[in-house]
């Protein structure tokens, strides 16, 4: 049984058959999971995340629970991450577990008669954000994910996204990181082979192939301010790309969408493509 | 593209036609959506609405994604309506929109990359509710909406339905309203060619083909009691039909549901009918 | 049209040609609602009930409109049950309804124009939690409900499912029952024709074949702890079989989860086969 928990499950084979699959069939309709049912089990609400899932098994013939409130349901007064689990693995296929809690998707798999695909687990894990977000590097960087000048920018102490990213990234030969984050947010370890690490974006802007932005929540206690404007966007390099997790706040202004190095909307319209095929492999 | 914003995207010709087959079709099963998937999603809760888009999308053999919770969800956290139309607009064929301000929906349909249907914004539109509204009087009018003598009752200054249905019926030929509310919700501009104004309903019932219902929130600050009586429904003309867009708290009173004149529940089944040739039209 | 209201709805012969059905089906995948639409309507969230409900459902081929979140929707503002009654079975071939009352299902069942089907009224009954606890004493007592000694636990006054097994259960032959809970919250009419009564769970548990455990809610005022240590549980005959309709706090030690006697987890599995199996017989 293939439980999704980490980037760390994830070969690099694995990894390029995935995304093959996913660049030829770019989400077509097909029956292939016709009868199989997936329970989406959100703790916190991710309306992306679960809305992603729920179009991708839709599109191969499959069915969706949706437990998007779980915080109001009888599952949350005090019954056990366990029994939970053991419940809906009696009722569906495969679940998909977003939780508050590092380590709960582990312990979810730990008990599971079916498949568990991690959707985020605290500060923790997001493996298939990881499994688009490679995707997307992978389509508009000539198949190869090495040689890469990758600048990260935001809270990079707390986004699982992030994390998740370096490790995939630094798996592959020759990429240089650099770090932009006030210095509170700083990446933690495990650090990269290459990196440097900074609080201004100006200095790096002109040496990067991917800017990977991310948003600095408030309740960090950050004074910085990163919105990029437009000018400092068009400071990239011509064949530069431009990706977010979001949600986006204001850190890249809606009047870059346009631009041919926008592909943050390519990213959302790839995690469907990606899903399918993670949720056809997990469950056949 | 077709987007659904507003009544006057809907020409008669497209609403006849569509009536036409929805009552040939009556909510038929068929197989023309399969594959295809709608977004509901509603800012503001609509257990009716979202729940009749959800029925006329299955019975084509589409599927829903179902965002009843958007208050609720990370869409809240200050993401813009345009990034979240953006977002679903990736993972699916088309969106139903329900928004609490006005406008919403039009502004949706400038970013999107799929057919936005207006499912009510704020006291806008609600284009589909004038479809089925409209089909009703289709139905039991021998397939015509002129010559009439419609009376509208309650919050008439703030009911979206109203204001739609008044427009879509000004269009025909030797239709006349009669206005009944208090004097601070009275209908506003653009006024109908023929109308005659009363805060009293025993004024005008006998001289009403359709007598249209609505509620008077509490809110609004109205001391009128908009509570009909069965022996003012019974003054209505033998051939008249009664209609309300629901939910109803005490305008009408449940005794009078087994009257053949009460046409509220054939209103909700319609809406099934019209939404699912709607749909049909728009994802095809 | 077949409403399920109440456990005194079901014949035996009614039950055992479902369960035959169930046990030879084990919620296999087939077409059989192709193009049915159920309502989920719940008044009160449950997760696990609703889950069930889907789940079936669409092994069946059928889909499922969600309704799981009535207390924030618009039909919460003060629309009568029967007015939402009306709608749904406008728009769906069938409805579960869950709802806080005593009497609901009741209610919706007279003016409903689809099958109603009770999902737990209140403290009332919630008879399709007790197909499936026959079910399971039925497959695990060699297709036999009778002979039999049951030992129920906890808070044997409120709990709407003790009250449908024990009318279930007193309906056959030579069925021994024992009543265990604190005295404020005894068993009350109507009493089966053999039984004791007790608060000391270590009286009976050698003379148990079935104990059916259930929650001592902490509102209910009970000194009482009825959590079973391991050692308690161990003294059960070994042929016995533990049940509990879940959630599950601390009554039963996760530890015993792997003992054969253990069944709770196959209860919810069974739970969605017979829901499916009824489903069927509803809706066709």
């Not at 999704?4 to 030829?24: C, K, P, R, T």
């Not at 779980?70 to 419940?87: C, P, W």
């Not at 990213?165 to 947010?185: M, W």
């Not at 990029?228 to 850190?251: A, C, G, T, Y």
């Amino acid at each position: 049984m293939l439980h999704i928990l980490s980037v760390d499950d994830l070969s690099n084979d694995f990894l390029y058959s995935l995304w093959q699959e996913a660049i030829f069939k770019k989400g077509l309709i097909n029956n292939k999971l016709k009868g199989k049912i997936l329970t989406n089990l959100f703790y916190e609400p991710s309306t992306r995340t679960s809305s992603s899932f729920y179009s991708a098994m839709t599109r191969s013939g499959g069915a969706v629970i949706p437990i998007n409130d779980v915080q109001f349901s009888s599952i949350a007064k005090g019954e056990s991450l366990e029994d939970t689990i053991m419940t809906m693995s009696a009722m569906s296929d495969a679940i998909v577990i977003r939780h508050t809690e590092n380590g709960s998707a582990r312990r979810a798999s730990m008990v599971s008669k079916v498949p568990i695909i991690n959707a985020g687990d605290g500060n923790g894990e997001h493996p298939t954000q990881t499994i688009l977000d490679g995707f997307t590097i992978y389509c508009f960087n000539n198949k190869k994910l090495s040689n890469l000048r990758i600048t990260l920018i935001g809270d990079l102490k707390n986004g699982r996204t992030v994390k998740s990213l370096v490790k995939l990234l630094n798996r592959f030969d020759n990429n240089h990181f650099n770090f932009v984050s006030p210095s509170q947010l700083k990446f933690s370890n495990p650090l990269p082979s290459k990196y440097y690490e900074t609080d201004n974006i100006d200095e790096v802007l002109k040496d990067t192939d991917i800017l990977y932005v991310t948003r600095v929540q408030k309740e960090r206690g950050s004074r910085h301010n990163y919105s990029l404007s437009m000018d400092q966007l068009n400071s990239l390099p011509k064949k530069s790309i431009v990706m977010h997790p979001f949600p986006r706040i204001n850190e890249i202004p809606q009047e870059f969408d346009k631009d041919s190095r926008a592909k943050y909307f390519d990213q959302i319209q790839f995690g469907v493509w990606c899903r399918q095929i993670l949720l056809e492999r997990v469950l056949s």
